[in-house]
């Protein structure tokens, strides 16, 4: 199947435009217009305020990060580490209701990322000449 080897850099760029965006508009609405909300959701998860910051924050600029290809691996970490917090805080205890497949889904998107980075049709790929 060496034809679709060829595609596999497209393959990697859809997956960082699909977790990118995502990420940026989750990440965006809490920065920008929810936060407050938020760093209250935290407080009643147990967490401490601060981190609703810096989950936004790894939301916002991580997701910014995997779409353009810029330190994808850093920013899929920021993501996937968000999204281990948010599994086991919240989905685990409510599966069903919680929607666990998608924070799934997205987590193992980021994991990939983190392993195989930005691929050839990123920013990254230009400026260091590798993934």
Not at 39 to 55: D, E, I, K, M
Request: aromatic residues 12%; proline residues 4%; positive net charge.
């Amino acid at each position: 199947m060496r034809g679709l080897d060829r595609v596999q850099p497209l393959a990697l760029l859809v997956l960082r435009l699909v977790l990118g965006a995502i990420f940026i508009a989750h990440g965006y609405a809490k920065l920008f217009g929810g936060m407050g909300h938020f760093v209250q959701t935290a407080h009643g998860l147990g967490l401490p305020g601060w981190l609703g910051y810096l989950s936004g924050c790894a939301e916002f600029f991580g997701g910014l990060m995997v779409l353009l290809g810029l330190a994808t691996r850093v920013g899929a970490l920021f993501i996937f580490g968000n999204l281990v917090v948010a599994i086991w805080k919240v989905h685990l205890h409510q599966p069903l209701k919680g929607g666990l497949e998608f924070p799934l889904s997205v987590a193992a998107i980021a994991f990939a990322l983190i392993f195989l980075g930005g691929g050839p049709i990123s920013l990254e790929w230009l400026w260091k000449g590798k993934s």
